[in-house]
């Protein structure tokens, strides 16, 4: 899970504190006050038959709970600077929480995109198993000892190394198998 209720509950109010008088945070938080209890008490109280798209009661408890602390901290955060309105700008907690969530969600991002790309990656990669006659196969395993390789490193070398023309036509320049060959291709 990328994002706690606290995470969620941050954001949340921050958005919807922006420009609320003292007054209108205290509504906030009463309101809360009673949300939190509801949820809590309908998680003590018997099951009932929810649909299959229904909030779940316990993470709706979680989340009411963090958003009483979050609008309770916004409150205690007017009383403390005197100010009449919520600005988000003037909280430097609540400044360096966004700042923080906004990183994490950067890296999220980031790391989906490189999972992807490594994916895109991984579907063009070929893995193939080849049977060779007796007479090639000797053959390969003959340049993979002089190369100091595996018949699968010479192998990959070769497929690595073939061409097709506008024809349709396959071919392989000549070419020397090792561990520290590189094409002008590969640069």
Same mark, same amino acid.
Not at 64 to 78: G, K, M, S
């Given at each position: 899970?990328?994002?706690?209720?606290?995470?969620?509950?941050?954001?949340?109010?921050?958005?919807?504190?922006?420009?609320?008088?003292?007054?209108?945070?205290?509504?906030?938080?009463?309101?809360?006050? $009673?949300?939190?209890?509801?949820?809590?008490? !309908?998680?003590?109280?018997?099951?009932?038959?929810?649909?299959?798209?229904?909030?779940?009661?316990?993470?709706?408890?979680?989340?009411?709970?963090?958003?009483?602390?979050?609008?309770? =901290? $916004?409150?205690?955060?007017?009383?403390?600077?005197?100010?009449?309105?919520?600005?988000?700008?003037?909280?430097?907690?609540?400044?360096?929480?966004?700042?923080?969530? !906004?990183?994490?969600?950067?890296?999220?991002?980031?790391? +989906?995109?490189?999972?992807?790309?490594?994916?895109?990656?991984?579907?063009?990669?070929?893995?193939?198993?080849?049977?060779?006659?007796?007479?090639?196969?000797?053959? $390969?395993?003959?340049?993979?000892?002089?190369?100091?390789?595996?018949? +699968? !490193?010479?192998?990959?070398?070769?497929?690595?190394?073939?061409?097709?023309?506008?024809?349709?036509?396959?071919?392989?320049?000549?070419?020397?198998?090792?561990?520290?060959?590189?094409?002008?291709?590969? =640069?």
């Amino acid at each position: 899970m990328i994002w706690t209720p606290e995470d969620v509950a941050r954001s949340q109010v921050r958005r919807q504190a922006a420009g609320l008088t003292v007054r209108q945070v205290d509504e906030a938080v009463d309101t809360a006050v $009673v949300r939190e209890r509801e949820t809590r008490e !309908e998680l003590r109280s018997p099951a009932v038959r929810r649909g299959p798209f229904a909030a779940d009661p316990e993470e709706l408890a979680d989340r009411w709970a963090a958003l009483l602390t979050e609008w309770r =901290r $916004v409150a205690a955060h007017l009383a403390a600077s005197g100010a009449g309105a919520y600005d988000a700008d003037q909280d430097e907690l609540g400044s360096t929480w966004a700042r923080e969530r !906004e990183e994490r969600r950067s890296t999220v991002l980031r790391d +989906h995109a490189a999972r992807m790309e490594r994916r895109r990656e991984e579907r063009d990669e070929l893995c193939a198993e080849l049977w060779l006659d007796a007479a090639t196969g000797r053959r $390969v395993r003959a340049a993979a000892a002089r190369a100091g390789l595996t018949p +699968h !490193e010479v192998l990959a070398q070769l497929a690595g190394r073939v061409t097709v023309d506008d024809d349709g036509a396959v071919s392989v320049a000549p070419f020397t198998p090792g561990r520290t060959t590189v094409t002008s291709e590969e =640069r």
